[in-house]
């Protein structure tokens, strides 16, 4: 496997990071993960909006950061990617000795982790529907930033998986912001909610696609906050997010919903993003 590693392409058994980097020692770095359809990155220029933001919040200087896009498509001829692609990109302060919580004194160059892998499609969980479970949202009140802080994410999702369960919906004081790497959605009466735009999500591009979707299709969509104890109320929910696209949830803990069936909305929401993406 080839990666691109501060400046260069590498095999990853030659890649190394130092030690002193603020992203090992920290967490002190932000992300994106991308895909293709038909080898095309898909939504490039939203997901680089995302970064430029996260590293104008974070005040992480990177100045090369039109040349990604380049290298992720270097990536994938390097690593003969035959059908569609994941790229992962990191970026993180840099490194400095000695260790300070503040940024180091003198002035260093951020360290850039990119890498491309063949995509798994996740066919049946999107026919089939998932298993969610409900955690309790731990996390900093920035979440809007693709920080690569993600311990609470990282415990969740353990849960999650310990249960059977795609993912962990996270609850704060009572609200559904989202899941550990998913945006969450509900919809009842023909009306879909999601979180609003705010710091305590991340603004998925699914997400931003699916808004996108209910306006051109007339679909009445409000981003509201959906209330933990109102959840049996709606009629169908389903999760995004750029691998798992959109995939139905047929149960929350214990509730099976909908007798195990994906909703009639949300089916016809993957029928059109799917078309969208076979054309992109
Ligand atoms: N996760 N919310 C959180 C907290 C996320 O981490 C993600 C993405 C999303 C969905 O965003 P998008 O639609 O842009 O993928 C929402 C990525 C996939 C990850 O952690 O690798």
Redesign the pocket.
């Known amino acids: 496997m080839m990666v691109f590693i501060n400046n260069r392409f590498l095999p990853i058994e030659e890649a190394h990071i130092s030690p002193f980097d603020r992203g090992f020692l920290f967490a002190d770095g932000v ?5 293709t359809y038909n080898k095309k990155l898909f ?1 490039y220029p ?2 680089l909006d ?1 970064l430029k933001r996260s590293l104008n919040e974070t005040r992480i200087e990177f100045k090369e950061i039109e040349s990604i896009e380049n290298i992720i498509y270097e990536l994938m001829i390097k690593n003969d990617i035959e059908d569609e692609a994941l790229a ?1 990109l990191q970026i993180s302060r840099g490194s400095a000795i000695p260790r300070t919580h503040s940024f180091p004194k003198k002035k260093i160059s951020p360290s850039t982790f990119i890498s491309v892998q063949n995509l798994k499609e996740n066919t049946k969980e999107q026919t089939d529907g998932v298993k969610v479970i409900l955690q309790e949202d731990v ?1 900093w009140l920035r ?1 809007d930033i ?1 920080s690569t802080s ?1 311990l609470p ?1 990282v415990l969740a999702s353990q849960k999650a998986t310990e249960e059977n369960a795609a993912e962990a919906i ?1 609850v704060r004081d009572g609200m559904i912001t ?6 969450f959605f509900a919809i009842k009466n023909e009306t879909i909610y999601t979180a609003p735009k705010s710091r305590f ?9 699916v808004l996108e979707l209910c306006e051109r299709f007339k679909i009445d969509c409000r981003e509201e906050f959906i209330v933990k104890d109102d959840l049996k109320s709606f009629d169908e929910f389903f999760i ?5 696209e959109i995939t139905p949830v047929t149960s929350i803990d214990y509730w099976t919903i909908n007798n195990g069936e994906p909703g009639k909305i949300t089916k016809s929401l993957q029928a059109v993003f799917k078309k969208l993406a076979e054309d992109y």
């Open positions: 992300y994106e993960s991308i895909r939504r939203d997901h995302r992962y996390r979440c693709k993600l994410v996270l989202e899941g550990t790497h998913t945006n999500i991340l603004e998925g591009i699914t997400r931003k696609v995004t997010s750029t691998t798992k």
